[in-house]
């Protein structure tokens, strides 16, 4: 409430001037309309209805009129002032609905919106049927070892027992890592983890080593110059050839099914005495087909080989041969692949195309 006007002349108040206040509210009005969001609302609110607005002011004179007047101005400013109010709060309203409004478009959530797909990745039939492997062994209380790719020299031959003019040295492909005198190759096959496994093992051991191995192959529909084995090796009192054929067969039914037929054939590994290969019966067409394809009408699929642990590699290795005897296998997991899943072509496997690896599923 202001106190009593001093400054002007009571009678002619020109705040109070029924033109005066009408072009206030005029003024008020158009500003009010102008305002186009909610903070040009706030400062035309300021401006035309806060304390210090020309109506606001015109209001505080009203004290000082003589009482005859006081009613008269009172009500025209008290008009004006319920106008500019009730504008206000209508444009108030107004521009809140339209931002509600916008914000609703704005903000809005398509639900049905299809999310951009990024492709699954899929586990390697490799990956997949090394561990099943693996799960098949350490099930039998078997272990599991690991060697190294980059081998001696020594290991991957010498220690199992191909002489330095063996010819089995040349029948296996080998890539020498340079320079040539270091002694190292990359490993031709997963057996030198045999001889690892008995320098650092106790004995009985009963291991499986699943891993990389390399010759200087050409990639052709059977063959990669990069590809996985699972070496076996068993040393124990008492082992003959019956716990290896016995073992073998409940890794070919465990893989291939329970039907599987196999046969050991003679044949000659430096590092066992007597050697055999593993053939299994063709899945695809258990021998009645003579243009089967997947077996070349044989009937017989080869898998790897196996044997009775050479006494000369028994003996390297510090093992009692009159005391403990064992026994080996080296089987090819690309091949069990080939079979298992009726894969025809070796480029499907090595390419690494996730289409490829999407058609076994998810198998853990
Ligand atoms: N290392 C042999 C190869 O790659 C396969 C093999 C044969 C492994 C006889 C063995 C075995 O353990 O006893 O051709």
């Not at 290991?155 to 080998?174: E, I, K, S, V, W």
């Not at 001889?195 to 200087?216: E, H, N, Q, S, Y």
């Not at 390419?351 to 076994?360: A, K, L, M, P």
Request: charged share 25%; aromatic share 8%.
């Amino acid at each position: 409430m202001s106190g009593p006007n001093t400054q002007y002349d009571p009678v002619e108040v020109s705040a109070l001037d029924p033109a005066a206040v009408d072009a206030n509210v005029a003024d008020a009005l158009a500003a009010i309309e102008a305002a186009t969001d909610l903070d040009a609302l706030k400062a035309v609110r300021l401006a035309h209805a806060g304390d210090r607005s020309p109506l606001a002011l015109a209001n505080r004179e009203i004290g000082a009129l003589p009482p005859s007047a006081k009613a008269e101005a009172g009500r025209r400013v008290g008009e004006a002032r319920g106008r500019v109010g009730a504008a206000l709060r209508a444009r108030q309203e107004a521009l809140e609905a339209e931002r509600d409004e916008r914000m609703l478009v704005d903000e809005r959530l398509d639900m049905t919106v299809v999310a951009p797909r990024r492709p699954l990745g899929a586990r390697h039939p490799i990956s997949t049927t090394i561990e099943r492997v693996e799960d098949i062994f350490t099930g039998l209380g078997w272990e599991v070892a690991e060697g190294p790719e980059v081998e001696a020299e020594w290991f991957n031959f010498d220690a199992l027992n191909f002489g330095p003019d063996h010819p089995a040295r040349a029948m296996q492909d080998t890539f020498f890592v340079e320079p040539g005198d270091a002694g190292l190759v990359l490993r031709t096959h997963t057996s030198p983890v045999q001889m690892r496994a008995m320098l650092t093992r106790d004995l009985p051991l009963f291991i499986v080593c699943p891993g990389k191995v390399f010759r200087t192959d050409d990639l052709d529909a059977t063959h990669t110059p990069v590809f996985h084995q699972v070496e076996g090796l068993a040393v124990a009192e008492g082992l003959t050839m019956a716990h290896l054929k016995g073992t073998l067969d409940r890794f070919a039914a465990e893989l291939f099914g329970p039907h599987v037929t196999t046969r050991l054939r003679p044949a000659f590994f430096p590092f066992t005495e007597p050697s055999a290969e593993m053939d299994f019966q063709c899945p695809i067409c258990l021998g009645k087909d003579p243009a089967c394809r997947v077996c070349g009408g044989t009937g017989w699929i080869e898998w790897g080989g196996c044997g009775m642990v050479n006494r000369n590699v028994l003996s390297a290795a510090g093992v009692d041969p009159e005391r403990f005897t064992g026994f080996a296998f080296g089987m090819g997991i690309e091949r069990a692949i080939m079979l298992r899943h009726g894969v025809p072509d070796m480029f499907d496997i090595v390419e690494g195309d996730v289409r490829f690896s999407t058609q076994f599923g998810m198998e853990i």
